[in-house]
């Protein structure tokens, strides 16, 4: 037999009251939260119960998730972080450690497959699944809190041996996107654009399909170092933590009208250096990225 379950997160705010929850079938469903999490604090804990709640079972799983985060670390990046002492290759902490240690511990002896969705593309196991988060997280959000489903088997995340997911550990907010820039003035306009291209650099921005979203344009492409073109949709679906740290090297900030500024860059990682180049537009007081290229350097 094979379990086919849809796992989802949810956040109000990102981080903010924040929901969880896996769906297989209307008896067979569980839902949770708590007052303050992440987005993908949810996405990784819907598939961790899930997984403590089937334990024992000898059945295949498959788990549909619309997070490539996900997907992306308990299938490619795990193993990795595992041989570094749960650090990435440019030697930070990995996000999230204690719910990827509960995921590597889990996961033990299990034949699952994952399987990517859309978000809200109509599959029928996601689309319950994200609802079923949503409304944990709204729960939380007035003070309450959620129906927890009937579990597997009517093994409910309270049941005896098997302890609720515990409460995330959020070490701050949302990260700073200013924080490089003096507190004691107010950032120029190239200083702000400058400091949001770095933003885009880091896990915390990466690992949230959401933030990146909020630093993109509506009708942003990108030309890659490969060549191939992006699309806005396949950056999100895509995009997620760095393999190795990536500096940035400010070659020049110029404006093109009031309201645009082209950035030119150089990353660079222990393994060579790429020109950038990004054109960024301001709209409503907001900046926002609407294209970016990388050409490999001579």
Not at 168 to 184: G, I, M, Q
Request: proline share 7%; net charge negative.
């Amino acid at each position: 037999m094979t379990i086919i379950a849809a796992a989802d997160g949810s956040a109000l705010g990102n981080p903010g009251p924040a929901g969880w929850a896996w769906y297989v079938d209307a008896d067979h469903w569980a839902a949770g939260g708590w007052p303050h999490g992440t987005n993908n604090q949810g996405e990784l804990t819907a598939v961790l119960d899930l997984l403590q709640q089937t334990a024992g079972t000898d059945d295949d799983l498959v788990v549909y998730c619309d997070s490539k985060y996900v997907i992306n670390s308990v299938t490619q990046w795990m193993p990795g972080w595992k041989r570094k002492g749960w650090r990435k290759g440019d030697g930070k902490p990995v996000l999230n450690v204690e719910i990827m240690k509960a995921l590597d511990a889990a996961m033990t002896g299990r034949r699952v497959r994952f399987e990517w969705v859309k978000g809200h593309s109509g599959h029928a196991l996601n689309e319950e699944a994200d609802r079923l988060a949503n409304g944990a997280a709204t729960a939380y959000q007035k003070g309450g809190a959620p129906d927890p489903g009937p579990g597997w088997e009517g093994r409910g995340s309270d049941a005896p041996g098997l302890p609720a997911p515990a409460a995330p550990v959020t070490t701050s907010p949302e990260p700073d996107l200013f924080s490089e820039l003096a507190e004691d003035s107010p950032a120029s306009d190239a200083e702000t654009v400058i400091a949001l291209e770095r933003s885009l650099l880091t896990d915390e921005v990466r690992s949230d399909p959401a933030a990146v979203a909020a630093l993109l344009h509506p009708q942003w492409s990108e030309v890659g170092r490969s060549g191939r073109l992006w699309s806005r949709e396949e950056m999100l679906d895509e995009i997620g933590p760095l393999p190795e740290e990536v500096g940035l090297d400010v070659i020049a900030c110029i404006p093109a009208t009031q309201d645009a500024l082209l950035l030119t860059w150089r990353s660079v990682t222990d393994t060579g250096s790429t020109l950038r180049s990004s054109l960024w537009v301001r709209d409503k007081g907001h900046w926002q990225q609407l294209f970016h290229q990388g050409t490999a350097e001579a």
